[in-house]
């Protein structure tokens, strides 16, 4: 018998059936058998069980309602708090860089402190930078699904490294401003800077001189390595730029650093 | 009659006490329930069919809460309470239903 049908057929509890067997056999049985104070006292047993099941699945209904309704507002009070407060370090932010500025110039010292800090800020990516330079497309072959004709990291390291060998003061890659830390990195199908993954194509601008640094690229192994991915296919194409504005890099927390030895 | 007098006290002090169930009975009470309500369709049934017995009905009801409760309460110990309740349940409600139909057949003779 298949199980289902077994529970089926054995709904009611065979007891029942055996009790009155042993009612009929011994003679006693003439009387009908009625409920009587164990069953009164059982069913209001159910009767409570099934209320408070009841009772409790609503006032569990209402507590799980409220704890979410208070965890959303607790969401959104703490977002505005969290808003408030970057915007409050944004301001102090500007705060200090316009005091610096004011307190440096007003010295000799200072303002020779002021353009130490400026060119820094330029080398290390931690300010923003402004000036000419080139710009440098680089792209898969249109519609390859062949990897070898894909833009790759080393590919984008070997043109990054490159544009530094020719004198470029600053770079970024698709607006992701290159320091001496940032990885250019493979992360599945996507290129990643700085850990964030990349689109496609890769506009790699270099602030430096826009006449000599695009010839001389291609004298560097980056730029040999690009005349060859072109000859496969990649797209590659230079243009030079009068004014590119470079955003800064995201702060890095600096576990040693040293000021090169002698100035450009 | 005792029967529904019974069952409408045992509402009405539920509904006027509204016991607290401690916190780790909640998972069980929903189980119980469903159990207490097999065996008093069980009763029912074996009522209308004339072999209803006072001692079998507590006998069968309180075993049947605590055998439902104990196989959830040892699941949730396994970490199949979710799927042993669903077991529990589906057993339950088929015997529940074929139950139902023999009284419906009782009442309605059809």
């Known amino acids: ?264 | 009659m005792i029967a529904a007098i019974g069952l409408l006290l045992g509402v009405l002090l539920g509904l006027l006490l509204q016991p607290t169930v401690p916190a780790w009975l909640d998972p069980y009470l929903p189980i119980a329930v469903v159990a207490a309500l097999d065996a008093v369709f069980g009763a029912l049934r074996a009522f209308l069919d004339g072999i209803f017995d006072d001692k079998v009905f507590v006998v069968s009801f309180v075993s049947n809460v605590l055998i439902a409760a104990l196989i959830v309460y040892l699941g949730d110990k396994l970490g199949v309470g979710g799927q042993l309740s669903t077991g529990v349940i589906v057993v339950l409600g088929i015997r529940i239903f074929s139950n139902v139909a023999a009284i419906r057949r009782h009442i309605f003779h059809a």
């Open chain 1, 1 to 264: 018998m298949g199980l289902l049908d077994y529970v089926a057929a054995t709904s009611i509890d065979e007891d029942y059936a055996h009790v009155s067997e042993l009612r009929g056999s011994s003679g006693s049985g003439d009387r009908p058998p009625r409920p009587r104070v164990a069953a009164l006292v059982v069913l209001a047993v159910f009767g409570v069980l099934v209320a408070t099941a009841a009772v409790q699945t609503s006032r569990n209904a209402e507590e799980s309602a409220s704890s979410r309704e208070s965890l959303v507002e607790q969401v959104r009070s703490r977002r505005a708090a969290l808003d408030r407060r970057q915007e409050t370090i944004a301001e102090l932010r500007r705060d200090i860089a316009v005091r610096r500025a004011s307190e440096l110039t007003g010295t000799a010292q200072g303002r020779d402190l002021q353009a130490r800090l400026s060119r820094l800020g330029v080398e290390t990516g931690s300010t923003a930078t402004r000036g000419p330079g080139i710009r440098v497309v680089v792209d898969d072959a249109p519609g390859t699904t062949d990897p070898r004709q894909k833009v790759q990291a080393p590919d984008l390291q070997k043109l990054v490294n490159g544009l530094w060998q020719v004198g470029a003061e600053a770079i970024a890659i698709n607006g992701q401003r290159l320091t001496a830390v940032s990885p250019i990195r493979d992360a599945g199908s996507a290129v990643t800077v700085n850990f964030r993954s990349l689109r496609r194509p890769y506009t790699v601008s270099a602030i430096g001189s826009p006449k000599t640094m695009g010839a001389r690229l291609l004298d560097t192994k980056g730029g040999q390595t690009w005349v060859t991915l072109q000859s496969i296919g990649l797209q590659f194409e230079i243009d030079t730029e009068e004014a590119m504005l470079l955003p800064a890099a995201k702060p890095v927390s600096l576990r040693s650093a040293r000021e090169r030895e002698g100035r450009r």
